[in-house]
């Protein structure tokens, strides 16, 4: 018998009647939303949301570790004026103006092939860009370039961060037509800067503790079946008046 349909009886006569009952939902989304029934929903399986943090803060913290190889980044900071450069605020404007510029040059293929043969190493333009990460800022309201290079091994980031910053010296004092720009900062040995796996084991957890309330939230609002006095009521209408207890294990007559 479909339970959100009305229930008929017949009369003595034989003639169907239907009994008095308000109209059913189809669904519990169809009712209005019963906040403290959803909080004792999701407080009656908090138990599934601690198991699906731990299980993600595990499985995301495991996977950074064992798979996600460690970033250490060096930083070197040159100042772009020289003493020359300094006494006319003609070139100081000018070369604010280029800072942008300048952070394409240290990037583009020339600057790596400089750096290449500053370094004596034997790689092309493009594995090294590969294997470093360059960036190139200008703090603000200030006339210096900060070179940032990112690579696996701490060594070898601030082995290139400094002969970027050696032949940055050069460019700009050519293009710049002045004295070459001094070191503000040479890099040392770079820092860790990625994974954190702590942070990400945290994100993780909670990540998969939200995709389990959302499961149980989407589970509950998609159930329509009744099974409780309370639903029975609800949805039909009908107070019960008796129930019966229903045994599992019910031994078979012989």
Known sequence: MDQRTNNMYRNRNGMPAMTEQRPLAATRGDEEIDLMEIISLLVHHVWIFVLAALAGALLVGVGVKLFVPPQ????????????????????????????????????????????????GWDV?????????????????????????????????AAQVSNALASVM????????????????????????????????????????ALIAVIVVLVRYFMNDTITTEEDVNRYLGITILSSVPFERNMTKRS
């Not at 006319?88 to 600057?111: N, Y």
């Not at 002045?178 to 040479?186: A, K």
């Not at 990400?200 to 909670?206: H, K, N, P, S, T």
């Open 169 to 208: 010296q050069d460019q700009i004092a050519e293009i710049m037509k002045t004295d070459r720009p001094q070191f503000v900062e040479r890099a040392v040995m770079g820092s860790k800067t990625s994974p954190y796996v702590k942070r990400d084991a945290l994100i993780g957890g909670v990540g998969f």
């Open 72 to 119: 250490y980044t060096a930083r070197a900071t040159i100042y772009v004026f020289s003493t020359e450069a300094e006494n006319s605020s003609q070139s100081a404007t000018q070369a604010v103006k280029m800072i942008e510029d300048f952070r394409i040059i240290a990037k583009s293929r020339p600057t790596i092939e400089l750096v290449i043969q500053e370094l």
């Open 124 to 156: 092309t333009p493009s594995q090294l860009m590969k294997e470093n990460t360059i960036n190139v800022t200008s703090p603000e309201d200030s006339h210096m370039l900060r070179i940032a290079v990112t690579n696996r091994d701490p060594v070898k």
